[in-house]
């Protein structure tokens, strides 16, 4: 009884503090919050929040260990204490780069560093791209041909693009039903657009992890939700078995467009192009 008194008092001495809580210590506090709900709501959908739950577990036996005192138990934990840090960072190493790359494609670091971002002028595409993406979009679902046409947007995808066979050609629904046309050679993997221009075919994307995903969506659109995971892409995705068009934008998937539903998502990210090239040349201007 005398040890879990002694424990509870150590502790209270480590949540209640010596010193009046300033205002600084409030905004450490805040910080400290913000950073742990992050990186619970990023894994909460991941096979390693699992893993979580049982570090969770194992802490609530570290705890228990040191109320009972015992001893070798103790012992090896604080021995491998430095063992398990390293282990730590090793199991979460994929979780660990989603959480420093959705740092990374915050607003406020957007706005501090440019750096890996690409013009906007080489993102912006024409009212005839809109027309030809849609169109080819739409025919290959009418003729049950699966496809993955990813936009670049402002995250430069070139490691994705390294993995495909280079093209560098005007968009075209010609090109893209000729490319994602059944048993031929560049039909498999997704299409990487960068402006008006098919930069490569066959590129090889990242699946989605995330659990809560329905079982009836395939490896096709994992694909695309796995890409706008981890980049501000947006991924049209024709389905091979139903024919349906839909879209994946910063890690959802709005399943079944209409070609009207399309076009207007399109032009929005047109627009939305324009304004941050307007914004950049005042920006210059100033």
Known sequence: MDSLVNWLNDIASWVIPPKPVGIID???ILILSFFVYKIIFWMKNTRSYTLLKGILIVLAFI????????????????????VAIVALVIIFQPELRKILEKMGQSNFLTSALRAGKASPEDKRYSDNTINEIVR????????????????????????????GIPIDGVISSQLLLNIFEHNTPLHDGAVIVRGDR?????????????????????????AAIGISEVSDSLTIVVSEETGSVSYAMNGHLRSAVTPSELRELLIREQTAAQRQTIHRDRGRAV
């Open 136 to 163: 080819a979009s739409f025919e290959m679902g009418e003729m049950r041909t699966g496809a993955l046409i990813v936009f670049e947007k402002m995250i430069i995808l070139q490691e994705y693009i390294n993995t």
């Open 63 to 82: 705890i228990i260990a040191n109320v009972f005192k015992m001893d070798v138990i103790i012992w090896l934990i604080q021995n491998l204490g430095v």
């Open 26 to 28: 409030i905004i450490q």
């Open 198 to 222: 098919i930069m490569a075919a066959t590129c090889y994307l990242p699946l989605s992890d995330n659990m809560g995903l329905s079982k009836k969506y395939g490896t096709r659109h994992r």
